[in-house]
């Protein structure tokens, strides 16, 4: 099973979504998947411009000349996509929003019935059948901050030609993970397991579980903890940078 990762963070390695999202793979190459990680900081991929220059002058090509080329072959290779973003104002980080719209000349722009809503096809297998998935976190704490980022994951889903929604792995309060690994080393270390487990079964049963979902969102404080604690070392951030 060929897993491609798309990391759509600007903090890249450094990023708590690298940390969930290379567990997760660990746990997929665990049991027999090969995984590719792309971060999307370091491709060189410009805006698209809307110019449909790759649906009516020379189908399927786009005008511009970068790396999203050669992502668009790894993605017809892949038999999985994991998108890796952090909350961004609600929703997808900007570099994540830049590769989506550009895997427009991947479709056809016709228009055709799916399920009842207007989708276009797909051009050839670029567009098809392919498992997706949500690897994400955010600052805050309440689980709802993902309402937004999984509905659109699940639309951009449902607008791959057989794309089927695998789920959302989502951290919130992604601070915690390194603020508590020393206070709580056993519940933060099952949380990565929980990641790691999701790769495995991803693999061995081509979905993952909701107990797996809720073990990876389990919160380590709660939430009215975490804003007094990130309150008052937000605050000592600030005095200290003063002197
Ligand atoms: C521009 C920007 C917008 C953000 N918007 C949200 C938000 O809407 N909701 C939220 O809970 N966290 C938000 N955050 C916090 C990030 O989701 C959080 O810092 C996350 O851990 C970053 O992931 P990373 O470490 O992989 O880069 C935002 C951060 C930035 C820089």
């Known amino acids: 099973m060929k897993i491609l990762a798309f990391n759509g963070s600007p903090r890249m390695e450094k990023g708590i979504t690298d940390s969930i999202l290379q567990t997760f793979l660990e746990g997929a190459r665990s049991a027999g998947a090969e995984p590719e990680t792309i971060y999307i900081s370091k491709q060189k991929i410009k805006y698209c411009t809307g110019c449909f220059n790759c649906w009516f002058v020379h189908p399927g090509k786009c005008i511009h000349k970068d790396d999203m080329a050669m992502i668009r072959e790894k993605i017809k290779a892949a038999d999985v996509l994991v998108f890796g973003s952090p909350v961004y104002f609600d929703g997808f980080t900007a570099q994540m929003k830049t590769l989506l719209d550009r895997l427009i000349p991947g479709g056809m722009p016709f228009i ?132």
Not at 174 to 190: N, S, W
Not at 197 to 224: F, M, N, R, T
């Open 112 to 243: 055709e019935n799916r399920d009842g809503h207007s989708r276009h096809p797909s051009r050839g297998k670029e567009l098809k059948t392919r498992k997706m998935l949500l690897v994400s976190t955010c600052g805050f704490g309440e689980i709802g901050n993902f309402d937004p980022i999984i509905h659109h994951m699940k639309a951009i889903a449902a607008n791959f030609a057989s794309g089927k929604y695998m789920g959302a792995l989502v951290r919130p309060m992604g601070g915690t993970l390194e603020m508590l690994k020393e206070e709580k080393p056993a519940e933060v270390k099952a949380i990565f397991d929980a990641f790691r487990q999701a790769g495995v079964e991803a693999v061995a049963k081509g979905e993952i579980s909701e107990g797996l979902q809720a073990a990876v969102a389990k919160p380590l404080i709660s939430v009215g903890e975490f804003v007094n604690r990130a309150n008052a070392l937000f605050s000592q951030l600030i005095d200290e940078n003063k002197k």
